[in-house]
């Protein structure tokens, strides 16, 4: 596996892609795949600190007056606001506290559904995209139908056992946290149990950050150029990844210095363009090269680690990855075995023995499917 090696060539890629030539149009469409894919990855975004607003008038909901970080007193200021407070200083009832979370729930749910869906597809079409050096948005998004459906189910799934585990956690944290706020206690107070739900739910997520994180890099791809559902993926990648553990940490700790850098250039490019560029598609847009780069830096990595892996093109995505002799892909720079004679490839995929035909197709919703 390599990874400082494999910068050079993902560096080539993406300069062969965007400026040769340059083309505005297929900057702003990389810009729209690269928006749908921060549906799920998020985007940049400050924020506050611990300090919570207070309300700006006299010491009714503090003690000696002081209300500027007492949680009784912003809870009563956003109850007044929405004009549910049953009285000065008191908090709307149990009931109503109740139907708001669930109004909230009804309608936040769906949406985080939409998000996940449109930025699941997002990942394959700049997977896609950048392998094949074209952003054709429609054609990269009906390519992509099968393959983000089956990324998207396991998302999905990582999301509801996540729940599952974080929801004991959340109960524990509000029942522990309601008397304190109730008796109009200030944030330093409640600060020793945030923390430590914090560290807890810290030690909870961070298996699902790494499997996310493997996901998105590497079983993604794998899924993608064969047409197979997570569950495969993930099989394929660790036969070969469990022999490069050392190096895949190594990718992951190059990958967040590059980001902090790109995060730095892109800050600085907004801030040129009187802040146009932090815009939705338009800061993608901007940053095309780095996104670009850093996905072709990943394929590159994949390639390094095996053919079977290899979704790198010098033109238009092949149409038969899987055929005998050569099978549309150009040989692999850092040696081994010929695709068909892969030793992590299932029974079948060989080039003498496939099951497809000889036309080589792969199943559906495989990489270069039509």
């Not at 499997?211 to 660790?238: E, Q, S, T, Y």
Request: net charge neutral.
């Amino acid at each position: 596996m390599r990874v400082t090696e494999s910068m050079g060539p993902a560096w080539e890629t993406m300069k062969r892609i965007l400026f040769r030539p340059f083309n505005a149009g297929t900057w702003f469409s990389f810009g729209f795949i690269f928006f749908l894919q921060s549906c799920m990855e998020g985007g940049g975004g400050g924020g506050n600190g611990l300090r919570l607003p207070g309300n700006s008038g006299g010491g009714s909901h503090g003690n000696d007056g002081d209300t500027g970080n007492n949680l009784l007193g912003v809870m009563h200021d956003m109850t007044n606001a929405l004009g549910l407070s049953r009285g000065s200083g008191d908090l709307p009832e149990t009931g109503v506290i109740v139907i708001i979370l669930a109004i909230a729930c009804v309608i936040a749910i769906p949406l985080v559904i939409v998000m996940m869906w449109l930025g699941t597809r997002g990942q394959m079409m700049a997977i896609r995209s950048v392998a094949g050096g074209q952003a054709g948005i429609g054609e990269q998004w009906n390519a992509t139908r099968d393959a983000g459906s089956m990324l998207f189910k396991w998302n999905m799934a990582m999301t509801g056992i996540s729940l599952v585990l974080f929801a004991p956690l959340v109960v524990i944290g509000g029942l522990s946290i309601l008397p304190v706020i109730r008796d109009g206690a200030r944030i330093e107070s409640v600060l020793p149990v945030m923390l430590g739900i914090g560290a807890v739910a810290l030690l909870f997520m961070l298996p699902f950050f790494v499997m996310g994180a493997m996901a998105r890099n590497f079983v993604a791809p794998i899924m993608l150029k064969h047409g197979v559902g997570a569950r495969d993926g993930w099989k394929r990648f660790w036969a070969v990844g469990r022999n490069h553990i050392g190096s895949i940490v190594f990718f992951y700790v190059m990958r967040v210095l590059v980001s902090i850098g790109a995060g730095i250039v892109g800050v600085v490019a907004s801030l040129l363009t009187c802040c146009l560029g932090f815009l939705p598609v338009l800061h993608q847009t901007l940053m095309a090269p780095y996104y670009v780069f850093e996905r072709a830096w990943v394929l590159e990595v994949l390639a390094s680690m095996s053919p079977d892996f290899d979704l790198r093109t010098t033109g238009p995505v092949p149409p038969t990855p899987y055929g005998g002799g050569g099978g549309g892909y150009p040989p692999n720079p850092y040696g081994g075995p010929a695709p068909g004679d892969n030793p992590y490839a299932p029974p079948g995929y060989g080039s003498g023995n496939n099951p497809y035909g000889a036309g080589g197709q792969p199943p559906p919703g495989g990489f270069g499917a039509p």
